[in-house]
């Protein structure tokens, strides 16, 4: 395997890690929510459940046949992913998998060489890694939605997900810091 291949095959496994973390987010973010807060939105606002539909149809859309069709499916219905809906935590949960899973089965499938393919999303053609980074960066705006919304539900109950306020200096202090970072979020 050459530099090239290399440097591809990381890139991928970057992005790939990436798309993980912030996975990992929300499903710590759910995990602190009652059902009820799951489909709960203040008006005119956004649910964690709409959100999730959101993300779920995005992903779905754009990485199911990635490299032969265009990411815009004309079965997806953007409109409908916002409609307010209760949903159980179960369904939510479902919906939320199912669109990981489009994504994570299109990254395995990539080779080294696809990088610079190109796909299209919405008629505009993309190499495969500017479409990876859209993608990781529209994903993890909708996230970090969802984590504001849990973390406003529970108030002072909130678990962080990340460093504490207040705990930087004793999180810098314990441990070996490259262990941290994979393990931490």
């Known amino acids: 395997m050459g530099k090239t291949d290399e440097r591809a095959r990381e890139l991928i496994d970057s992005i790939t890690a990436e798309y993980r973390r912030y996975k990992k987010l929300g499903d710590g973010a759910f995990a602190q929510l009652s059902d009820e807060e799951l489909s709960r939105a203040a008006p005119d606002d956004n649910s964690v459940a709409m959100i999730v539909w959101h993300i779920a149809g995005n992903l779905k859309s754009r990485f199911t046949d990635f490299q032969t069709t265009d990411g815009e499916k004309s079965w997806r219905n953007r409109d409908e992913e916002f409609a307010g809906r209760t949903v159980s935590r179960e369904v939510l949960l479902e919906k939320w998998e199912d669109g990981w899973r489009s994504l994570f089965t299109a990254l395995d499938a990539l080779a ?5 393919d190109v796909v299209t999303i919405r008629e ?3 190499a495969i890694h500017q479409a990876l980074h ?3 960066a529209h994903t993890s705006y909708h996230i970090g939605q969802i984590v504001y ?4 539900f529970r108030g002072s109950a909130w678990h962080s997900l990340s460093i504490p306020r ?3 200096a004793s999180f810098m202090r314990a441990g070996d810091p490259m262990q941290r ?3 931490r979020t």
């Open 124 to 126: 505009q053609p993309l």
């Open 166 to 168: 207040g705990a930087s």
């Open 112 to 116: 080294d060489d696809n990088l610079n």
């Open 181 to 183: 970072s994979a393990t």
């Open 134 to 136: 859209r993608s990781l």
């Open 149 to 152: 919304v849990a973390k406003a």
